[in-house]
């Protein structure tokens, strides 16, 4: 069964950092793009940012919101996403969901999602 | 910023075909995607390439592009039907991604 389960939210406070991470399960994680939306709470979907497949370059992109605050990375070795989160603001309160990237741009696999708060 | 927009509510009766609309400068460019989100649920994809139905989606889910506009047509909704629904595409390069601010179907 095609798994990802999220973990690492928390309550943070505005200037900290957090790490997200997503495990995956079930499908070949070292050949899929992979992608963070998120969701504040009442809010619609966001696009956070993907990272490629190594074999296609293991590039990022990032929603102009987070650009130069968060970074996304892989370890395929672990089959594990991560989303590094620093300069927190409060506007980042949010549910982060990770996805797997297919069909070509499509969000195809969702995990449960993780709560990330951002308060003092 | 590349803006993707649906309107807010779109109600419809039981048996009867909703049409939620998704418009953009980029949409003849790019493809269009379509997920259900249900309450307390993550989203589910229902359309992807602008009418491909993913396996497991049921018939009555169907997408459509027209210039600036994708349209998602469900017919013969039923109650279980009711949601939010996102469409989601990608800027005019293909880099960054975009979802719509969302329609509330309700089923009368």
């Known amino acids: 069964e095609v798994q990802l389960v999220e973990s690492g939210g928390g309550l943070v406070k505005p200037g900290g950092s957090l790490r997200l991470s997503c495990a995956a399960s079930?499908?070949?994680?070292?050949?899929?793009?992979m992608s963070w939306v998120r969701q504040a709470p009442g809010k619609g979907l966001e696009w956070v940012g993907r990272?490629?497949?190594?074999?296609?370059?293991?590039?990022?992109d990032y929603a102009a919101p987070v650009k130069g605050r968060f970074t996304i990375s892989r370890d395929d070795s672990k089959n594990t996403l991560y989303l590094q989160m620093n300069s927190l603001k409060t506007e980042d309160t949010a549910v982060y969901y990770c996805?797997?990237?297919?069909?070509?741009?499509?969000?195809?696999?969702w995990g449960q999602g993780t709560m990330v708060t951002v308060s003092s | 910023s590349y803006e993707l927009t649906q309107p807010p509510s779109v109600s419809v009766s039981p048996g009867q075909t909703a049409r939620i609309t998704c418009s953009g400068d980029?949409?003849?460019?790019?493809?269009a995607y379509w997920y259900q989100q249900k309450p307390g649920q993550a989203p589910v994809l229902v359309i992807y390439k602008d009418s491909e139905r993913p396996s497991g989606i049921p018939e009555r889910f169907s997408g459509s592009s027209s210039g600036t506009t994708v349209t998602l047509t469900i017919s013969g909704v039923q109650a279980e039907d009711e949601a939010d629904y996102y469409c989601q595409s990608a800027d005019s390069s293909g880099t960054l991604g975009v979802f719509g601010g969302g329609t509330k179907l309700t089923v009368l």
């Open positions: 079930g499908f070949t994680f070292s050949n899929a793009w």
């Open positions: 996805t797997t990237v297919r069909f070509p741009l499509a969000f195809d696999i």
């Open positions: 990272i490629k497949s190594k074999t296609d370059g293991g590039t990022t």
């Open positions: 980029a949409l003849p460019k790019q493809y």
